[in-house]
């Protein structure tokens, strides 16, 4: 399956940005979606992700309350709506698809496919 990310951009602190990301090629619904950030010189980090069937969604602790992961089956595409951004929040967001086991969905090695990533930044 390949993905496609966009939607990242600029915006001030305490703003909103909407994330999606277009899959194609392949049986999106079969797999485990999630979003990963990787900031400047730091590595790339799990942010959250939603499960096969969308009954199940987890988060980063520090994301938690502001993001929020969603995904259209019968669109093959999925989002991350960010609230309340933060200057920390600013980071390459990346989509990714895979088919990890539940201890490992944080794991980034977890994940097969990945989209290109997409630009955050959130000015203080």
């Known amino acids: 399956v390949q993905l496609q990310a966009s939607g990242g951009g600029l915006v001030q602190a305490g703003g909103s940005l909407r994330l999606s990301c277009a899959a194609s090629?392949?049986?999106?619904?079969?797999?485990?979606v999630a979003w990963f950030r990787q900031a400047p010189g730091k590595e790339r980090e799990f942010v959250a992700t939603?499960?096969?069937?969308?009954?199940?969604?987890y988060y980063t602790d520090s994301v938690k309350g502001r993001f929020t992961i969603s995904r259209d089956i019968r669109e093959s595409t999925m989002h991350l709506q960010m609230n309340s951004l933060k200057p920390e929040d600013t980071a390459v967001y990346y989509c990714?698809?895979?088919?990890?086991?539940?201890?490992?969905?944080?794991?980034?090695?977890?994940?097969?496919?990945w989209g290109q990533g997409t630009l955050v930044t959130v000015s203080s």
């Open positions: 990714a698809a895979g088919r990890p086991i539940l201890s490992s969905l944080a794991n980034v090695n977890a994940y097969s496919h």
């Open positions: 090629g392949g049986t999106f619904r079969s797999y485990t």
């Open positions: 939603i499960s096969r069937n969308n009954n199940n969604a």
